[in-house]
């Protein structure tokens, strides 16, 4: 099974998404979506893909995503996906693509359901155990 994760490696969530892929046996696609970012065809197509709307993909902490003023109803999909690619940061994440859908996995542990293989009992960055049997 092909796996592809959105990465932030700075993300506690998105590092707990990543080994628990791992510790199912897969080796995914590691994509460093704010070194490489998606265009925007393609974040449209995820955003499709995961049935949310636009807004739902916006991350608010850590961005700019108040001194833009985001949290006002006036922009537009098209217009909040331009400052997604203005502004990677912006991006949730990690988004999980597999055969099996689509996902933005916050919490980590809705990787469960896109993975073949177990993932069996897990422990996260803050010690909350995961038992995903």
Known sequence: MTVTI??????????????MIRQSGAEP??????KTPPSSER?????TAMG???R?????KGTPFKELGLDDPKWTDDELIAFMMQHPILINRPIVVT???????????LVVDLLDGP???????????????
């Open 56 to 60: 739902a993909l916006l991350r608010e």
């Open 99 to 109: 055969p099996k859908g689509v996902r933005l996995c916050r919490p980590s542990e």
């Open 43 to 47: 974040l449209r197509e995820l955003i």
């Open 29 to 34: 696609v590691v994509i460093e979506y704010l």
């Open 52 to 54: 949310i709307p636009v």
């Open 6 to 19: 959105y990465h932030n490696p700075n993300c506690g969530t998105s590092r707990n998404t990543l080994a």
């Open 119 to 133: 993932v069996g009992r897990f422990v996260k960055e803050d010690g909350e155990v995961v038992d995903a049997r």
